[in-house]
């Protein structure tokens, strides 16, 4: 029997399943928890990874290897292979000004015009979450460590690179789904986008030249081996995967297809379409990120999912735990519900935000809103549309109910 790893470095902790890869059956798992908040030094992902292999009782059966990360994390490495500082995640905030000032560098101070350039250049206008924004944060607000920066990568590349022993930046390596978060990677044509790194940095396109960014594999690629003497652990009968984003996973594991969505509740919430086509959404609602097979995955996202929901329960006094969906209360006449998806994020949480009660529609996205753009702006024909929903996360359940209601 042959067996194959799977390892799930998200936000909250690091998950590892370990399957026959003929069947698929589960052989075994564990999970190991991350530290809490939103700047998280790499090498706790590396203990909680040592401490799972641990838990899940090695990996000296096992032939192959992948690891999936929560994307956008900007981890920076200085000429030894050292990280600079912690890394900031996916929902540090911090530099949300960042990403206001990208928009409108890139469009010589007119916004329309930034958003539209970014959109068409790599699929996304920059939000917090990308990396590009964190770079941008970085260059204003600790230029000394900025100086340093002699490679970038994302939480997954960072954790494949250690697992196969390597010291050497060059060896760094990616997949298209998670370059595609980092807002400096042009999807379509497979390419960095080297001078908005540069305009992250505040530099010019030839002072980043040398700065080590990770190839891109391809989906189906294997990327190398595991090191000889990892941490006192022999790995080299590994053959490494190349891995993915979160999200990109998330579709895989679905096995969603071409017009099929995902809703996913969580922590945050997302949904996702799979598509043959890029999108360039300029409103910045739809991001244009890429899937784990070499297709794209159009993907809107609010920052709080099941907080959202979990909190229009509570004040409408809806039971914790049912077998039924949730009901609909007799409203008043223009009662309305206000809710704020930014709780506890780049807005204060206000006290009270309810209006009697109605459907939470700022909460997620409507799928039918992921029906992607073409460069410019032009829709795809009705090919490119939305057939099939399927849901995952902690409150899934619960929005189908809502949403179909």
Known sequence: MTLVAGIDSSTQSCKIVIRDAATGALVRQAKTSHPDGTEVHPDHWWTALEQAVDAVGGLDDVSALS???????????????????????????RSAQAAEQLVADLGDGDVAVGRAAWADAVGSVPVASLTVTKLRWLADHEPQAAARVAAVCLPHDWLTWRLSGSRSLTDLVTDRSDASGTGYFDAEANVYRRDLLALALRRREEEVADIVLPRVAGPREAVGRGGGDVAGRDLSHLVLGPGCGDNA??????????????????????????????THDASGLVTGFSDATGGFLPLACTLNGARVLDAARTVLGWATRSSTPWP?????????????????????????CHRGAHRDDAGLSHPGQLRPRRRGGAPVPPGGGIDAVRSLGSRSARWCWWAAA
Do not use: F, K, Y
Request: hydrophobic residues 45%; contains cysteine; glycine residues 14%.
């Open 67 to 93: 690891v999936g990360g929560q994307q956008h994390g900007m981890v920076v490495l200085d000429a030894h292979g050292e990280v600079i500082r912690p890394a900031l995640l996916w929902n540090d905030t």
């Open 249 to 278: 996973g998330a579709a895989l594991g679905l096995g969603l297809r071409t017009g099929q969505t995902s809703v996913s509740l969580g922590t945050s919430g997302v949904v996702a379409a799979v598509s043959a086509v890029a």
């Open 328 to 352: 609909w209360p007799r409203l008043p006449e223009r009662a309305a519900w206000c809710t704020c998806p930014t709780w506890r994020g780049a807005h204060p949480e206000p006290a009270s």
